[in-house]
């Protein structure tokens, strides 16, 4: 039986917060777009560049969610972010929303929009 566009989502949450972080590629479309605030990645390699981008940005984070809208083959995530910043602080509270676009069982795009430059856990 084939996953709901939420339940691809769901899973990609999941791999993104246990150590099958590097399989998150699997999930997505070769032809796959991923918008971060200050980031874009287009192609097969989307996913690991997005990964790897992410990287040096925080020690850790984790979402908190709130609500979810779920439109045909669109679904939008909204809550709050936390973890620990590069200098080991906590931060918690950080508002963000990400919206997906699911297409033949596999992510073809996220739009991920957050307040972590503002609220200064990153630059």
Do not use: C
């Amino acid at each position: 039986m084939s996953q709901t566009p939420r339940e691809i989502v769901e899973e990609f949450f999941d791999r993104m917060a246990d150590d099958r972080r590097p399989t998150v590629g699997e999930l997505f479309a070769d032809d796959a777009v991923i918008t971060l605030p200050g980031a874009r990645f287009e192609g097969e390699d989307a996913p690991t560049e997005m990964l790897e981008w992410l990287a040096p940005r925080y020690e850790w984070a984790k979402k908190e969610f709130d609500s979810w809208i779920e439109a045909g083959d669109h679904v939008v995530s909204q809550g709050t972010l936390y973890g620990v910043d590069l200098e080991g602080e906590r931060f918690e509270g950080v508002r963000y929303v990400d919206v997906y676009r699911i297409e033949d069982g596999v992510i073809a795009r996220i739009d991920i929009y957050n307040d972590l430059a503002a609220e200064g856990v990153v630059r």
